[in-house]
């Protein structure tokens, strides 16, 4: 089955740094895009950041736009979060994603795979 383990979540001050990875197993990660997602205490769960297949394209929320950037190694079947110039309003929970937009071995049409998330707190 897909696994998606999130790490690298922390405190951190305002205007510091993060990078979240995500590793992937059970699938091909190659063939698929990713997706961080985060989710604030009392507020639905919102797409942060998108990356293609192949790395060559990438999307962002406006919120962080400028200072977070997705990127992925796939030889290492990992996606990454850097995290830049972090405000308090950036502390969420922050997961990774996979859409099996087809089928292939370990991911079905149609399904959504989750990690179980990393906190990031943003805090003075």
């Known amino acids: 089955q897909v696994q998606l383990v999130e790490s690298g979540g922390g405190l951190v001050q305002p205007g510091g740094s993060l990078r979240l990875s995500c590793a992937a197993s059970?699938?091909?990660?190659?063939?698929?895009?990713m997706r961080w997602f985060r989710q604030a205490p009392g507020k639905e769960r919102e797409l942060v950041a998108f990356i293609t297949s192949s790395g060559g394209t990438t999307t962002y929320a406006d919120s962080v736009k400028g200072r977070f950037t997705i990127s992925r190694d796939n030889a290492k079947n990992t996606v990454y979060l850097q995290m830049n110039s972090l405000k308090p309003e950036d502390t969420a929970v922050y997961y990774c994603?996979?859409?099996?937009?087809?089928?292939?071995?370990?991911?079905?049409?149609?399904?959504?795979?989750w990690g179980k998330g990393t906190p990031v707190t943003v805090s003075s």
């Open positions: 059970g699938f091909t990660f190659r063939y698929y895009a």
């Open positions: 994603n996979v859409f099996c937009s087809y089928s292939t071995t370990g991911c079905d049409s149609g399904m959504n795979y």
